[in-house]
């Protein structure tokens, strides 16, 4: 993958990266690849591994201030969500598809986080397995495009609230076990489809039991 990236021709335009691993990945090449992504003005990113070793895991942040991507998904399958940490607030103003699997949440000095607000063209969210940084009580979901969100979590990763602001929301999906108490600040009069499907409390990632 390395000797690719840096052999291409740079003024060929690149729409669409995929980084698909079924094992570990290595720290190393994956932060060049998001580098590239951000350098490169990539507009697509989707991002599928293992990442379990956090010694040897530095998983650095730089496609979430990403200035050109309009779809990202960030997909790791791990038991540790604050291997991937994210900003406070996400700086991606392209972004309209926005799919976050285990990755935490932070805040400075505030017991809730609103990481979406300055992601002005962002309509589809999904986040799923994800936590807060300790002492966070709630995510904010703040974003007066955003039309379809889907949530989907286990009470053996975190628990926490969730508040949505929200005006446009049109479809809101709460999948797994049912730990996430719902708070809205505005009016979701437009909501077109609603989905629950919620688990049994002994919930595991690949494999639940329906109540």
Known sequence: MSRILSSRDGSIFVHNVEFI?????????????MKYVVLHNVQQLTI??????????MFRPYIFSCQSLTF????????????????????MPAIRSLHLECCTFTASGRDYVEPFSTCHKLDSLTVEFCAL????????VSNKNLSRLT????IQISFFQIEL????LRSLVVLGHNSYPFLTSCNLSLVEKLTIETFRNTCSRGKSCLS
């Open 21 to 33: 691993r079924r094992s570990d990945a290595q720290s190393q090449p994956l932060n060049r690849l």
């Open 48 to 57: 599928s591994t293992t990442l379990n070793s956090k010694p040897n895991t």
């Open 72 to 91: 990202l998904k960030v997909s790791v399958n791990s038991c540790d969500p604050s291997i991937i940490v994210l900003p406070e607030s996400l700086n």
């Open 133 to 140: 940084q300790h002492g966070v009580k709630f995510l904010t």
């Open 151 to 154: 949530v989907n979590g286990c």
């Open 165 to 168: 602001s929200t005006p446009n």
